[in-house]
T-cell receptor, first 114, second 113 residues
Framework: DAGITQSPRHKVTETGTPVTLRCHQT?????MYWYRQDPGHGLRLIHY???????DKGEVSDGYSVSRSKTEDFLLTLESATSSQTSVYFC?????????????FGQGTRLTVV | AQKITQTQPGMFVQEKEAVTLDCTYD???????LFWYKQPSSGEMIFLIY??????QNATEGRYSLNFQKARKSANLVISASQLGDSAMYFC??????????FGKGTMLLVSP
C-alpha cells in the first residue's frame, strides 16, 4: 500500500471556524491532490500540487486553500468552514511518468460542519 | 470540459457471473487515460485498471478487463466470475493534466450468493 496518511480521520467543527486537513506521504511522489466526495457527485478535485510550492485550483476550489512547503506534506485549509463543506475529503498522490500514473488515495477524512 | 457518465446507479449480479459496468467519456484531448476505481463500504479508493487512449489492446488485470471502444467513447469495466467481495461502489475516471482525475458518479454493485 502507498504510504499516505490523512489527519485527522474524523472532525466535527462549527460554522465559521478555520480547519486544516493534513496529507502526509512517504512515497516521494511529486504530485498531490485533494478531492471531496459527496453523495451523487462522485469525487471532485479541489486543489492539486505539482511540486513544492506549486499548486493549482481544481473544479471546486472556492472556500479552500492549500499549501505545500515540503514534498511529503500537502495541507488543505477551510478558512471559514460552512455546512456545504461537510464532506469526505481524500488526499491522493501520483508519480507521473510511470507506466500507469495511477493515483493512490489516502483513507479519507470525514468532516462535519455544524 | 471533461465529463464522465456512468448511467447505472446500481447493478445486481449473482456470484460467479460476469457483469459489465458502463462508462462513457467526453474529451477533446487526443491523448488521455481512463481509470476504474473500487470503493468498498470501508471507504478506501482502490485502483483496478487503466487504459491509455493509444493502447491497441484492451487492458486486463486478473478478473477485470476494460472494454475500450474509442469511437464510441466508452470504457466499460467487465468483472468476470463475480465474488461477494466485489460488492462495492465503482468509479470510472478520466485523466487530465498532471494526472488529475474527473470522476463519474459511480455504480453500486451488489453481488448475491
Amino acid at each position: 500500500d502507498a504510504g499516505i496518511t490523512q489527519s485527522p480521520r474524523h472532525k466535527v467543527t462549527e460554522t465559521g471556524t478555520p480547519v486544516t486537513l493534513r496529507c502526509h506521504q512517504t512515497e516521494n511522489h511529486r504530485y498531490m491532490y485533494w478531492y471531496r466526495q459527496d453523495p451523487g457527485h462522485g469525487l471532485r478535485l479541489i486543489h492539486y500540487s505539482y511540486g513544492v510550492k506549486d499548486t493549482d485550483k481544481g473544479e471546486v476550489s472556492d472556500g479552500y486553500s492549500v499549501s505545500r512547503s515540503k514534498t511529503e506534506d500537502f495541507l488543505l485549509t477551510l478558512e471559514s468552514a460552512t455546512s456545504s463543506q461537510t464532506s469526505v475529503y481524500f488526499c491522493a498522490i501520483s508519480d507521473m511518468g510511470r507506466t500507469n500514473t495511477e493515483a493512490f488515495f489516502g483513507q479519507g477524512t470525514r468532516l462535519t460542519v455544524v | 470540459a471533461q465529463k464522465i457518465t456512468q448511467t447505472q446507479p446500481g447493478m445486481f449480479v449473482q456470484e460467479k457471473e460476469a457483469v459489465t459496468l458502463d462508462c462513457t467519456y467526453d474529451t477533446s484531448d487526443q491523448s488521455y487515460g481512463l481509470f476504474w476505481y473500487k470503493q468498498p463500504s470501508s471507504g478506501e479508493m482502490i485502483f483496478l485498471i487503466y487504459q491509455g487512449s493509444y493502447d491497441e489492446q484492451n487492458a486486463t488485470e486478473g478478473r477485470y478487463s476494460l472494454n475500450f471502444q474509442k469511437a464510441r467513447k466508452s470504457a466499460n469495466l467487465v468483472i468476470s466470475a463475480s465474488q461477494l467481495g466485489d460488492s462495492a461502489m465503482y468509479f470510472c475516471a478520466n485523466e487530465k493534466g498532471y494526472s488529475t482525475l474527473t470522476f463519474g458518479k459511480g455504480t453500486m454493485l451488489l453481488v448475491s450468493p
